[in-house]
């Protein structure tokens, strides 16, 4: 269609009524009736402008929403990053945790023990140290007791004529020793020591033995012990159970089931063997009395 053929028909008179309600319509209409009157290609390049500007702006807004959905992404992945290392961070923590837990229950423990021992040893020694004191406490009363005693026999002396030990005897913490030189049995050793008013020595501690080893010779001497009524059940000749023995290695043994009196050899010792033997002498005690 020709374009004086499209004026045309927009000029096209209507009823003149119809003019006069046109005069009378507001602005809006007649704007409608403009647009009504205008060209096909003019309201085609509108429409294609407004198209292309609604696509501009769809695409910004595409464009402005996806850049925020990309940092909004990059910031759940940094999260995520983030929350990953908190965790492996948290892990760690906690195996440093049970780590050092496990350290100080093992250094606890270590000082439990070491507390431990040294109260045991605080307690050995105050049983020791204690045990040590009441023998400490013995010996002085021992020594008290021999010093009165040497006390009371000096002033005898020096009252009357009485001798400490007969002769031929040695005296040692109140009591007097002779070492017979004579080979004899055991019963004829023991009868003999009676008979000066003493006994075959009875050896008490390791002092009693120390002296006598001093003072002995090197032979063989018979002492007060022996298990003649009882086998392996040996008793002094005052009929009391020994407090100390100072026996042979491997001794008492009971060799050919007949050594039921004892001897003390050259090396001080003592030695089980029959009583009817004889050895090189023989060790008498007795209390001293003035």
């Known amino acids: 269609m020709s374009s004086g053929a499209i004026y045309r028909k927009c000029e096209e008179p209507e009823d003149i009524g119809n003019k006069a309600s046109m005069a009378s319509r507001k602005a809006g209409g007649f704007l409608l009736q403009h647009c009504r009157c205008g060209s096909n290609e003019t309201s085609i390049s509108i429409l294609f402008i407004v198209n292309a500007v609604s696509f501009v702006l769809w695409t910004i807004i595409v464009a402005v929403l996806f850049s925020k959905y990309s940092d909004m992404t990059r910031e759940l992945e940094q999260l995520q990053t983030n929350q990953t290392s908190l965790g492996e961070n948290g892990s760690n923590m906690q195996k440093e945790v049970k780590q050092l837990h496990s350290s100080q229950s093992a250094y606890g423990s270590r000082l439990d023990n070491g507390l431990q021992k040294m109260e045991n040893d605080q307690n050995g020694l105050k049983s020791n140290m204690s045990e040590r004191l009441a023998d400490t406490q013995r010996e002085r009363d021992k020594i008290w007791a021999e010093t009165f005693r040497l006390q009371d026999a000096l002033y005898k002396m020096n009252s009357s004529a009485c001798r400490v030990c007969p002769a031929g005897w040695v005296l040692n913490r109140g009591q007097c020793y002779y070492f017979q030189e004579q080979e004899k049995q055991w019963s004829f050793a023991k009868q003999s020591c009676k008979d000066q008013g003493g006994y075959l020595v ?18 063989t001497y018979w002492i007060g012990l022996s298990d003649r009524q009882t086998e392996n059940k040996f008793f002094w000749v005052d009929g009391s159970s020994p407090t100390y023995t100072h026996w042979n290695p491997r001794e008492p043994n009971n060799a050919d089931r007949g050594e039921d009196c004892v001897e003390m050899v050259t090396t001080g010792w003592w030695n089980d063997r029959e009583c009817g033997g004889t050895t090189n002498g023989w060790i008498c005690e007795k209390s001293w009395k003035c």
């Open 202 to 219: 009875i050896i008490n501690d390791n002092d009693e033995q120390t002296f006598l080893n001093s003072k002995k010779k090197s032979i």
